[in-house]
């Protein structure tokens, strides 16, 4: 089955720039998803399809995927920001589909 | 106003069966994917199930297949889980999801969660 790998964590400091990884075998060909959870809420989508935003979600709030790596990227961090966040892909290429999560990385701000 | 409202979680011992609902309210319900993702205690998302918009389509994580049951009734804007067999591994809390027009469209619209605790 297909696998997503996100750095446990990340730190950075407040107006800084945030990256977070999501690597996947050639996850350059799928359409990757981020989601920010904080605790005790339900994940909010704040990427999808790989770099547009929702309505809503600041423009600090950025992604890219190439080859075997995503990146969700946050400029300008703001202590609101401190989170989880989760990469999200659709598997369709066994003949089990479904969709796959990264193991989520919490964003520290300093 | 457009939400998920999840329910019929609670307590439950290994081996039992517990059946959760998801209603849908604001949105036109029978327009979208919809799926289950849980949270176990202190661990990440782990995608459950999801069904297409006319439940022809279903799809399943392999730790829940033959176990659990996803499925929806568009007249009453429902999503529905039906799990058997359960073990202490399903503990978590178990989100619905709106998903899109396709299959590998993400999820705007979550409903607030139910804890389900397989315990005895």
């Known amino acids: 089955s297909y696998v997503l790998t996100q750095p446990p964590s990340v730190s950075v400091a407040p107006g800084q720039t945030a990256r977070i990884t999501c690597g996947g075998n050639n996850i350059g060909s799928k359409s990757v998803h981020w989601y920010q959870q904080k605790p005790g809420q339900a994940p909010v989508l704040v990427v999808y399809?790989?770099?547009d935003r929702p309505s809503g979600i600041p423009e600090r709030f950025s992604g890219s995927n190439s080859g075997n790596t995503a990146t969700l990227t946050i400029s300008r961090v703001e202590a609101g920001d401190e989170a989880d966040y989760y990469c999200?892909?659709?598997?369709?290429?066994?003949?089990?589909?479904?969709?796959?999560f990264g193991g989520g990385t919490k964003l520290t701000v300093l | 106003e457009v939400q998920l409202v999840e329910s019929g979680g609670g307590l439950v011992q290994p081996g039992g069966s517990l059946r959760l609902s998801c209603a849908a309210s604001g949105f036109t319900f029978s327009s979208y994917w919809m799926s289950w993702v849980r949270q176990a205690p202190g661990k990440g998302l782990e995608w459950v199930a999801n069904?297409?918009?006319?439940?022809?389509?279903?799809y399943y994580v392999d730790s829940v297949k033959g176990r659990f049951t996803i499925s929806r009734d568009n007249a009453k804007n429902s999503l529905y889980l039906q799990m058997n067999s359960l073990r202490a591994e399903d503990t978590a809390v178990y989100y619905c999801?709106?998903?899109?027009?396709?299959?590998?469209?993400?999820?705007?619209?979550w409903g607030q969660g139910t804890l389900v605790t397989v315990s005895s």
């Open positions: 999801a709106r998903g899109g027009h396709g299959s590998g469209s993400p999820s705007v619209l």
């Open positions: 999200q892909v659709w598997d369709s290429s066994s003949d089990h589909p479904g969709w796959v």
């Open positions: 069904i297409k918009q006319d439940g022809s389509e279903k």
């Open positions: 399809d790989d770099s």
